[in-house]
């Protein structure tokens, strides 16, 4: 059975940029909702970004204009490249993927439907 599998984490200073990458190895057929979320230590896991099958994105308040959504269908990968970035951005980064038609955070996670996560990436913003 495939798995997610992030990458690109990191420590960067506090304005500084990183970009996140997440492969889809083949978990699963129907897979069309893709998204980002992040956990810091005592927080709750909250959404940070979605990507739909047709590349509709949103975002979170907190990131918004900062961060980008995309993916590369060819490569099954979706990424988030972060700008701007600021010391309450650090957390530990999923990616989740769920086949859903409801592209949309619902507690804490995609849709209405089963999730698939990966691992985490930890990304440290300092001050």
């Known amino acids: 059975q495939g798995q997610l599998v992030e990458s690109g984490g990191g420590s960067v200073e506090s304005g500084g940029s990183l970009k996140l990458a997440c492969v889809d190895t083949?978990?699963?057929?129907?897979?069309?909702?893709m998204g980002w979320f992040r956990q810091a230590p005592g927080k709750e896991r909250e959404g940070v970004a979605t990507?739909?099958?047709?590349?509709?994105?949103s975002y979170s308040d907190s990131v918004k204009g900062r961060f980008i959504i995309s993916q590369d269908n060819t490569k099954k990968t979706m990424y988030l490249q972060m700008n701007s970035l600021k010391p309450e951005d650090t957390a530990t980064y999923y990616c989740?993927?769920?086949?859903?038609?409801?592209?949309?955070?619902?507690?804490?996670?995609?849709?209405?439907?089963?999730?698939?996560w990966g691992q985490g990436t930890q990304v440290t913003v300092s001050s």
């Open positions: 083949g978990i699963d057929y129907g897979i069309d909702c």
């Open positions: 989740a993927a769920a086949a859903t038609p409801f592209c949309t955070f619902v507690h804490n996670g995609l849709g209405y439907g089963k999730n698939y």
């Open positions: 990507i739909d099958h047709e590349g509709a994105t």
